[in-house]
């Protein structure tokens, strides 16, 4: 029983990590009907910016972070200022320019930071609290606490403000909401500047718990785009739900075949999708294509 | 819908190609300056040396380590007037440590008329390597530890320090004698290196009538281990033995003790690295166990002016890996200017035939490709470690 809720607490906190990544997938694919392949490498340089201020630039974890996701967002624009000219004339070539971009942003990052990488030391006191058996540490609440507040700021934004709503209508039919007098480029601009500032998030927080080089993207990135699809892509909830889920399979596949883990994780997610292909909360919001 | 979702397979579909074909250009992206008038020049053919080693991925610092001590003894006898008059021609490429890649450079190491290879610096790699550069008969050095190295009946592979299993030994013999500590758990990956590793050291404590509380096996690119460490803090061992590079053997340090485990760690050379250092932090570093051919850059003068030659060169602090290239080098320059003819049948007799004073100890090849045969003790004391 301790070896079960040991695993399901070791679980939520990667999970909430894989959730933060899936969310920036969804945003941008449910506003644009766009995959952004870059996204994956997004979070790495989220990860870089926040372990430099941090580490490096000895800034306290919390505006370190802050900064980061400044940053990470203004990147966000860039990538979607630079790849808008493409949008007009097929989102399929925008799509081969987000890959373009996620290339450029791992070249990038191993120009600046070399290919080393660099061990992130947890930046509050890691003390385990052990809960009846079960040892919590300090940080996965930290991260819990943090993903919880990202996914509540995202869900007021979209739901309770004007340009969350317009971006809504701009994702059900651009032509139309166009037509209401919605700015779809911003609307774009600022889904994909949201996607980058909770990919920051996801960076900063998995810095800690992993070990940032450019190659981080590439193991959080796959991990949340199929949580993100486990979930129904494109949707919020989904998003968050499909991270958890996922965060869960591959702690429990991590205990009987240890070795293997990474293997079964990913035929449980091949078995789920066949059984509901579109993701647990299908695709409600868009339907575009 | 359809559309939605065939868009998203053609994506994939995309990004695994472009990843694959980058992997490929940047893997041979090193260019070979080409051969210096080979006609009427004044001054003897240089002497092609290939290194083949990790630069990008998780396992770069090995890589560049290797580098940098094979550089130094390179630069010094090129320095000192070369091989014989002929100055040995060094050149890098990297394998980001995917086996494809690696025998892919080594044929191409093959065309390009090399001497010899150093590399890799995994285990893993070097074997993929090994029945390549054997049908060739160009001998290879590689920083590679694993005990399978030593049993591809090939007298062509050297290895530049020892194998886990005299690693092990010495382990094992100071935590069950020294340290008189039987409650034992093991976690370790089952890459080449982690495999080797468990295996050499389960061996000696099986020899000793010791049985693991906890015997743990994680896949090598695993980063959260909260699964098989809760398992293992149910045995509540004493000493925590981990068989893993560098990064990995960190994480599992770091994410141990934040679940409670109180063990001291041991293992082999990763434990002692800068890098493993950082990843856990000094704090949860403190008081393991570690056991190296190569200790401190303090231990004798040889030692002491190496780190001085190495500091001046890379700006950097030496440490075991550059030490075992540079020892892996400086025999087979040694070799080089005993022999005339550096055909590979009489390169590897040439270094056989040495009896080498090195940085880590002293060298004797036997016919496996084992050279060295004896490791020291160390325990880390604030991120540093400290010779028992």
């Keep these: 029983m301790i070896y079960f809720l040991q695993t399901l607490v070791g679980g939520l906190g990667m999970g909430a990590v894989y959730a933060l990544v899936a969310m920036g997938f969804s945003i941008v694919y449910r506003t644009m009907g766009l995959v952004n392949f870059a996204h994956a490498d997004v979070v790495m340089i989220g990860a870089f910016l926040a372990a430099t201020l941090f580490v490096t630039m000895h800034l306290p974890f919390v505006v370190a972070i802050t900064l980061a996701v400044l940053l990470t967002a203004v990147i966000g624009l860039g990538m979607e200022r630079i790849l808008r000219p493409l949008e007009s004339k097929d989102l399929n070539l925008m799509l081969i320019g987000t890959i373009g971009f996620g290339i450029m942003l791992q070249s990038v990052a191993i120009v600046i930071w070399g290919s080393f990488g660099i061990a992130v030391p947890t930046p509050i006191p890691n003390v385990p609290i052990d809960v009846g058996g079960v040892i919590v540490t300090t940080y996965q609440l930290f991260v819990l606490a943090v993903a919880g507040i990202v996914m509540l700021l995202l869900y007021l934004f979209l739901d309770r403000t004007k340009l969350g709503t317009a971006m809504q209508a701009a994702a059900m039919d651009r032509s139309a909401a166009t037509a209401m007098g919605v700015n779809v480029s911003t609307s774009n601009a600022v889904a994909f500047a949201i996607g980058s500032a909770i990919a920051a998030v996801a960076g900063a927080l998995v810095g800690p718990l992993l070990y940032v080089n450019p190659t981080l993207g590439v193991y959080v990135g796959i991990k949340g785009f199929a949580a993100a699809i486990l979930g129904g892509f494109g949707s919020i909830p989904g998003a968050i739900v499909g991270g958890l889920i996922f965060g869960l399979i591959e702690a429990f596949a991590a205990g009987p075949l240890s070795a293997y883990s990474e293997l079964l994780t990913f035929v449980v997610f091949a078995l789920a999708m066949m059984v509901r292909q579109t993701g647990i909360f299908g695709e409600r919001t868009v339907d575009r294509a | ?388």
């Design chain 2, 1 to 388: 819908m359809q559309m939605a979702r065939l868009r998203i397979l053609a994506g994939l579909t995309i990004a695994a190609l472009v990843a694959f074909a980058c992997g490929g250009t940047t893997g041979t992206g090193a260019i070979a300056s080409p051969s210096a008038a080979a006609t009427a020049s004044p001054t003897p053919d240089p002497i092609r040396v290939t290194l083949i080693g990790s630069f990008t991925g998780q396992n770069a610092d090995l890589g560049n380590w290797m580098w940098n001590g094979v550089k130094l003894a390179v630069d010094e006898a090129n320095a000192a007037g070369g091989v014989n008059g002929r100055k040995i021609d060094l050149i890098k490429y990297d394998d980001q440590g995917q086996p494809t890649i690696a025998t892919d450079l080594a044929q191409r190491a093959i065309s390009e008329k090399t001497v010899m290879v150093y590399g890799a610096n995994l285990s893993t790699l070097s074997l993929a390597m090994i029945p390549i550069l054997t049908a060739a008969k160009i001998p290879q050095i590689t920083s590679g530890q694993a005990p399978a190295l030593l049993q591809q009946n090939s007298p062509y592979i050297f290895i530049d320090s020892t194998t886990s299993v005299v690693f092990d030994q010495t382990l094992a013999k100071y935590v069950l004698n020294t340290m008189k500590l039987n409650s034992i758990a093991m976690i370790s990956n089952n890459g080449t290196y982690g495999k080797g590793e468990h295996d050499s050291f389960l061996a000696e404590l099986t020899k000793a009538g010791v049985t693991p509380t906890a015997d743990k096996v994680i896949a090598p690119d695993v980063k959260d281990f909260t699964a098989v460490l809760t398992e293992i803090r149910g045995t509540n061992p004493k000493v925590l033995f981990i068989g893993a590079e560098e990064v990995q053997s960190g994480l599992i340090a770091k994410q141990a003790r934040s679940l409670g485990i109180s063990a001291t760690f041991v293992g082999a050379a990763p434990i002692g690295t800068p890098t493993f250092v950082q990843t856990a932090g000094v704090d949860v570093a403190e008081g393991s166990v570690m056991t190296s051919p190569y200790l401190s850059n303090d231990t004798n003068a040889k030692t002491k002016a190496f780190a001085a030659a190495y500091q001046k060169a890379f700006n950097s602090e030496a440490e075991f890996h550059g030490a075992k290239a540079y020892d892996g080098m400086s025999i087979f320059i040694q070799a080089m200017k005993k022999t005339s003819d550096l055909s590979g049948p009489k390169l590897i007799e040439a270094v056989r035939s040495i009896t080498y004073e090195g940085l880590l100890g002293q060298f004797k090849y036997d016919e496996v490709g084992l050279g060295l045969h004896a490791t020291q003790i160390g325990i880390l004391k604030a991120g540093k470690i400290v010779a028992q």
